[in-house]
């Protein structure tokens, strides 16, 4: 049985540590396409990076969740508990914003010409 939960153990590590290094991969490279873009004066330089945020913080937040396989007194668990509803309330934030980026976006991608 504690081979079993050694293995499970190592294996959480090593998933927690995976995502983790894509999210920070993905918002890495979210932040550099920005960066680009906003020297671009693209118009939809702030649509862009909230998704590549919303999308790096998904991976976050999946470590997180994978977290609490492995925790083992109240404490850690308060702590995770902690981390997982910061990172909930930012990527809501973030996809709200994409919501309102994406209605703002729209009409000037399509503008009613009048006759």
């Given at each position: 049985m504690e081979l079993l939960e050694t293995f499970l153990h190592s294996f959480v590590n090593l998933a927690m540590l995976l995502f983790e290094?894509?999210?920070?991969?993905?918002?890495?490279?979210?932040?550099?396409?920005?960066?680009?873009?906003?020297?671009?004066?693209?118009?939809?330089?702030?649509?862009?990076?909230?998704?590549?945020?919303?999308?790096?913080?998904?991976?976050?937040?999946?470590?997180?969740?994978?977290?609490?396989?492995?925790?083992?007194?109240?404490?850690?668990?308060?702590?995770?508990a902690g981390i997982i509803i910061l990172r909930a309330i930012l990527t809501f934030l973030i996809h709200w914003e994409i919501k309102n980026e994406e209605m703002e976006v729209q009409p000037q991608e399509h503008p009613e010409q009048k006759h």
């Amino acid at each position: 049985m504690e081979l079993l939960e050694t293995f499970l153990h190592s294996f959480v590590n090593l998933a927690m540590l995976l995502f983790e290094y894509i999210g920070v991969g993905v918002i890495t490279c979210a932040g550099i396409q920005g960066l680009v873009n906003y020297i671009r004066k693209a118009p939809d330089t702030r649509l862009a990076l909230a998704k590549g945020l919303a999308m790096g913080l998904e991976f976050k937040l999946g470590s997180e969740i994978l977290r609490t396989v492995i925790v083992r007194n109240l404490q850690e668990i308060g702590i995770v508990a902690g981390i997982i509803i910061l990172r909930a309330i930012l990527t809501f934030l973030i996809h709200w914003e994409i919501k309102n980026e994406e209605m703002e976006v729209q009409p000037q991608e399509h503008p009613e010409q009048k006759h």
